[in-house]
C-alpha cells in the first residue's frame, strides 16, 4: 500500500491510498462481492435512458458528492485487518507517503496525518451506529412494488461508508502512532506546486526554493492550490487511476466552502459599517 498526501488548497489536504490490486488477493471478502456487485448494478442504473433507476442514480450521485472528501479519503485507507490479509507482513514495515515538499514540510507530515486520522473518528463511529440503527424503521416502505426500499438502502450505505471511514483512520493511526511512516517527496509533484503557488501567491516566482514556498505558503490565507485539471494530472503521475475522481471532488468542496466563507464575512464586515 502507498499513501498520498495532496495540498488541495494552502491549509487543507487529501489523504489517499492507492486502491488494494484485487489480484494480489487470494480470495475477496463477502464484502467486497457484494461491494462489486452493487458498483455493476448502480453503473446499469446509470446508462438507463429514463424511468426511476435513471433518476435514482443521478440522485444517488449528487449525494456521493456531498459527501466530505475527507470521508472519502480515508475510505480508501483499507482497514488494517483487510490489509494483513493480502500482505502478511504489513504493520511490521515502512509505508511510503508520496507528497510535494514545496507545499508541506517534512517533519509536520506526521502531525497531519495523525489529525487526518482522529479528527473524524468520533464522527463516523456515532453516524455509523446512527444510520444502522435507523435502517430497520424503512421497512414499511417495501410494501411499495417495484420501486425499492431507497430510504433503507440509503442508510445501509451511509452507515457501510462512515464504516470505512472510520477502520481507515484507525489504520492510518496506527501507521503513525507506530512510526511506520516514510514522507518520500517527489519530484512531479514539487514541479506541479510550485506552478499552482506562483499562480496564487503573487509574491512567489515559479523558481522559488521549496523552503521559502513551504513558508509562503503556511503564512498565506486558505487558498485553492489546484485546477480541476489538475486532478486527471495527479491521477496520471501516481499511477491512481481512482485518484482523479477523488481530487476533483476535493477542490470543489474546498473551493465552495472558500467560496462561502468570502460572502459570509464580506456580509458580516457589510452589517458592521451599517451599524
Known amino acids: 500500500m502507498r499513501l498520498f498526501l495532496i495540498p488541495i488548497s494552502t491549509k487543507r489536504a487529501l489523504i489517499y491510498a492507492r486502491p488494494l490490486r484485487r489480484d494480489a488477493a487470494k480470495e475477496l471478502s463477502l464484502l467486497d462481492r457484494a461491494t462489486s456487485k452493487a458498483a455493476g448494478t448502480w453503473a446499469k442504473w446509470e446508462e438507463a435512458e429514463s424511468g426511476w433507476k435513471k433518476h435514482l442514480a443521478s440522485w444517488g450521485n449528487r449525494v456521493q458528492q456531498r459527501i466530505p472528501f475527507e470521508e472519502w479519503g480515508l475510505k480508501s485507507i483499507p482497514s488494517l485487518k483487510q490489509q494483513r490479509r493480502i500482505d502478511e507482513h ?20 506526521p502531525q497531519m496525518l495523525r489529525k487526518i486520522a482522529t479528527e473524524r ?5 456515532k453516524q455509523m451506529w446512527w444510520s444502522l440503527g435507523l435502517s430497520p424503521l424503512t421497512a414499511p416502505f417495501a410494501i411499495i412494488p417495484i420501486v425499492p426500499n431507497i430510504p433503507f438502502f440509503y442508510l445501509v450505505y451511509r452507515g457501510w461508508s462512515h464504516w470505512r471511514a472510520l477502520n481507515g483512520s484507525r489504520h492510518l493511526e496506527y501507521l503513525v502512532d507506530n512510526d511506520l511512516i516514510t514522507p518520500m517527496s517527489m519530484l512531479d509533484l514539487e514541479q506541479l506546486y510550485a506552478t499552482r503557488a506562483s499562480r496564487v501567491l503573487n509574491d ?9 514556498l ?3 505558503i503556511e503564512q498565506s490565507d486558505d487558498r485553492v492550490l489546484l485546477k480541476m485539471s489538475d486532478a486527471k494530472k495527479l491521477a496520471t503521475m501516481l499511477d491512481a487511476p481512482e485518484l482523479a475522481l477523488e ?3 476535493a477542490i470543489v468542496q474546498v473551493t465552495e466552502q472558500l ?7 464580506q456580509e458580516a464586515q457589510s452589517e458592521k459599517k451599517k451599524s
Not at 90 to 109: K, M, S
Request: proline letters at 9%.
Open 90 to 109: 504489513h504493520g511490521t514495515r515502512q509505508i511510503d507517503v508520496l507528497y510535494p515538499a514545496n507545499a508541506i514540510r517534512r517533519e509536520n507530515i
Open 214 to 216: 513551504v513558508e509562503d
Open 247 to 249: 481530487a476533483e471532488r
Open 259 to 265: 467560496e462561502a466563507r468570502r460572502k459570509k464575512d
Open 121 to 125: 473518528q468520533e464522527f463516523h463511529r
Open 204 to 212: 512567489s516566482p515559479i523558481d522559488t526554493p521549496p523552503a521559502e
